[in-house]
């Protein structure tokens, strides 16, 4: 068994367990676009970024991926400090604006607090997530897809650009694949994040670093805002704005 502690909460789990794992068994959430239980872990999205440390690291930290980082004797994780939350933000733009359609994404930049685009939006594209390749190949044992090219190049292909013989059509790559959806904007879209389910600020009545609250939605406001309110919000506020939506 290895012993460590995440969110300041110890934690005994059995060797082989991922951070990942071990912090949905706390019911702490920590988003994915790469990541399905019954495929390998990739690590490739790195919205699951945790800050990590350990007792003799003199208050040094990393910040690693959850789904590929085996639980440890003596790790300590922080799944929602102020830094890894940062870190979110910054990949959500990017992902927003290579691929704006997808609901998934849209849904996770809503839930973290996106109020503005700073990226200019391109045609939807791969996110070069793997999920259709690791499907493909362990889920329905036939590999007629995978990576080709490098860099900025690489794309998910067919072998030779043909249609494999393995290839039974079953249509399993397109239906674990975040970006192959749409997304509604509503009548008159203003931007390219979703206008119509834009969450509002939680009303907290402290502020922290690290996020104290994991209930989905908010327990106070009943609306699914983002983890923690960088800038303070009264209530009556909120309450108007709710009101005119």
């Known amino acids: 068994m290895a012993k460590l502690k995440i969110n300041g909460?110890?934690?005994e789990v059995e060797r082989g367990t991922s951070v990942l794992e071990a912090a949905r068994f706390l019911g702490i959430p920590i988003p994915t676009l790469c990541h399905?239980?019954?495929?390998?872990?990739?690590?490739?999205?790195?919205l699951c970024?945790?800050?990590?440390?350990?007792?003799?690291?003199?208050?040094?930290?990393?910040?690693?991926?959850?789904?590929?980082?085996?639980?440890?004797?003596?790790?300590?994780?922080?799944?929602?400090?102020?830094?890894?939350?940062?870190?979110?933000?910054?990949?959500?733009?990017?992902?927003?604006?290579?691929?704006?359609?997808?609901?998934?994404?849209?849904?996770?930049a809503s839930k973290y607090g996106m109020r503005q685009e700073r990226l200019a939006p391109k045609h939807d594209n791969c996110i070069q997530c793997g999920l259709c390749v690791r499907?493909?190949?362990?889920?329905?044992?036939?590999?007629?897809?995978?990576?080709?090219?490098?860099?900025?190049?690489?794309?998910?292909?067919?072998?030779?650009?043909?249609?494999?013989?393995?290839?039974?059509?079953?249509?399993?790559?397109?239906?674990?694949?975040?970006v192959c959806e749409l997304r509604c904007h509503g009548a008159s879209a203003e931007s390219t994040l979703c206008n119509g389910c834009l969450n509002f600020a939680t009303v907290c009545m402290q502020s922290y670093d690290d996020a104290m609250c994991f209930l989905d939605p908010c327990h106070a406001c009943e609306i699914g805002g983002p983890l923690r309110s960088d800038v303070p919000v009264k209530l009556s506020a909120v309450k108007s704005a709710a009101q005119e939506k």
């Open 9 to 11: 909460i110890d934690l």
């Open 36 to 46: 399905d239980d019954g495929l390998t872990p990739y690590g490739a999205c790195r």
């Open 49 to 108: 970024v945790v800050e990590v440390g350990s007792a003799n690291g003199n208050g040094r930290t990393k910040m690693l991926s959850a789904c590929t980082l085996p639980a440890e004797d003596g790790l300590i994780v922080q799944t929602h400090s102020a830094k890894v939350e940062k870190a979110r933000r910054l990949l959500l733009e990017m992902y927003v604006a290579t691929c704006p359609q997808s609901k998934t994404i849209q849904d996770l």
């Open 135 to 178: 499907m493909c190949e362990e889920q329905m044992m036939a590999g007629a897809i995978g990576f080709a090219g490098r860099g900025a190049k690489r794309r998910v292909s067919r072998p030779f650009d043909m249609t494999s013989s393995l290839c039974r059509q079953c249509g399993a790559c397109m239906y674990i694949c975040p």
